[in-house]
């Protein structure tokens, strides 16, 4: 064999073995979020797309994440959620409670591919749902602003009168009026999960009501900025608002997904994705608790966290009976703990909270 031919045959097996190699490759995992709001929200819609970065850190390029924001619940939410399907990605994660029948729509036209909804209840054989226990956090926020309230007024704000919603409220209410049964809890609903204009008439309405603690189950920080204002207390949603409200942040519930989709990743990429029903709280961190104010007297913060504590080692439950509604009803017995079942179709209001729930 002359010289030229050896060159020559090397330069070929080279070539070979190079596209082997590059066809052997496996491609990033396509990872798609559905977000109901900005990612600029500092809340809701900010911590799930803080979970997504931790997904692209945490595996590097062997995936590959995309999201889409602003995302109106109903036809839209199909549309984009059949668009992510078409385009390769083989995972799906639409994060708010209205895309759950797009979702479980898009997730029978698709069935080799895997979704996840957020805070929904239709599964099926490629489609899971997860939640988050926020009412775990409502009710240790509701100690410490039952204990630091002057006027014995707390103002809500909510955004749909959901389960999801409904449980926060009463959880809050609940926990602030066993450390002070004078305290009346009043909501205003914005119909909205974002909407910052909405949600600052919401906070101004409650504080010219007497309201000195301002909790809001919506995405924007606008509540706690009118807080800031006014020199009232604020409970941040989502994540941690302090830089809006450094004075009025009491604390904030961090909802904490980046362990949870990380986990549901590695499942695709190992073969042993589920379609499962996950509900974690405080026990699994998936429910936080932001820093408390400095300006916290520290027998609050200290019954506070001690809540939070034996929530987390399930020695407490915040739905314990007895529970009356509204109308003073005993709902709940004494002794006796709302089953999961019972908090996902919640629709009434404990004793405290003022007003009728909205149909």
């Known amino acids: 064999m002359n010289v030229t031919r050896r060159i020559c045959l090397a330069v070929a097996l080279g070539l070979a073995v190079a596209g082997a190699a590059s066809a052997g490759a496996a491609e990033p995992l396509k990872v798609g979020f559905v ?62 409670f209205g895309f759950m029948n797009p979702t479980a729509k898009v997730a029978k036209q698709f069935p080799r591919l895997k979704f996840e909804h957020a805070t929904g209840y239709q599964r099926g054989p490629n489609l899971g749902t997860y939640m988050a226990r926020f009412y775990e956090g409502r009710y240790v926020a509701g100690i410490a602003s039952g204990r630091l309230t002057k006027s014995n007024v707390l103002g809500y704000i909510g955004a749909f009168p959901i389960p999801e919603v409904v449980r926060g409220i009463d959880s809050f209410t609940l926990a602030a009026r066993s450390v002070n049964p004078k305290v009346q809890v009043r909501v205003v609903w914005v119909n909205s999960w974002y909407d910052p204009g909405k949600e600052r008439e919401a906070a101004e309405a409650l504080i010219a009501q007497g309201a000195d603690v301002i909790a809001q189950h919506t995405d924007s920080a606008a509540p706690m900025q009118v807080a800031e204002k006014h020199g009232v207390w604020a409970i941040g949603q989502a ?121």
């Open 35 to 96: 977000y109901v709001g900005p990612v600029g929200d500092h809340g809701y819609s900010f911590q799930h797309d803080q979970g997504r970065i931790a997904v692209d850190r945490h595996f590097g390029n062997r995936v590959k994440t995309t999201f889409v924001e602003n995302v109106p619940e109903g036809a839209d939410a199909e549309r984009v959620i059949r668009q992510l399907a078409s385009s390769g990605h083989a995972l799906i994660f639409a994060t708010s």
């Open 239 to 359: 994540s941690d608002m302090s830089r809006f409200g450094p004075r009025a942040q009491l604390t904030s519930i961090v909802d904490n997904w980046g362990p949870y989709y990380i986990s549901r990743v590695q499942a695709v990429l190992d073969g042993t994705w589920k379609p499962d029903d996950t509900w974690d709280g405080f026990d699994k961190d998936m429910v936080q608790m932001a820093p408390f104010n400095p300006a916290t007297p520290p027998e609050v913060k200290a019954e506070a966290l001690k809540a939070e504590a034996a929530i987390k080692a399930k020695t407490l439950h915040p739905f314990t009976g007895p529970i009356r509604d509204r109308d003073g009803k005993v709902r709940v017995p004494a002794g006796k703990v709302m089953s999961d079942a019972e908090l996902l179709k919640l629709d009434w209001y404990v004793e405290g909270v003022s007003g009728s729930l909205p149909n």
